[in-house]
């Protein structure tokens, strides 16, 4: 079992920045990809970015290439989400999701079987 801990969200103007973090307890880290999703008001939660076990790979939603930036420390269990130049459409519930590295990248949400509780991200226009 993996548990995970999301943090760092907030209210920020657009433009602005934010750092997540997501701290993850039960198993050596590094044996998992770990992914961020979001989930908007009345939208369905959609894939954002997604992590290799050593951090040498990310892959990146559209949406958000070139303003995120997904990195691990693995020493320490704890992923990090920095977000540059918000816009209001980055408004969401963030969540941390982990899956044992051996079977791969996905951007599909079922397939994460370990799942934070999400931290809320606001930006204002």
């Known amino acids: 079992q993996v548990q995970l801990v999301e943090s760092g969200g907030g209210l920020v103007q657009a433009g602005g920045s934010l750092r997540l973090s997501c701290a993850a307890s039960g198993r050596t880290l590094s044996s998992y990809a770990m992914a961020w999703f979001r989930q908007a008001p009345g939208k369905e939660r959609e894939f954002v970015t997604v992590?290799?076990?050593?951090?040498?790979?990310?892959y990146y939603a559209d949406s958000v290439k070139g303003r995120f930036t997904f990195s691990r420390d693995n020493a320490k269990n704890t992923v990090y989400l920095q977000m540059n130049s918000l816009k209001p459409e980055d408004t969401a519930v963030y969540y941390c999701?982990?899956?044992?590295?051996?079977?791969?990248?996905?951007?599909?949400?079922?397939?994460?079987?370990?799942w934070g509780q999400g931290t809320q991200v606001t930006v204002s226009s």
């Open positions: 992590i290799s076990g050593s951090g040498s790979s990310a």
């Open positions: 999701a982990a899956r044992l590295w051996e079977y791969g990248f996905t951007r599909s949400e079922v397939l994460y079987p370990y």
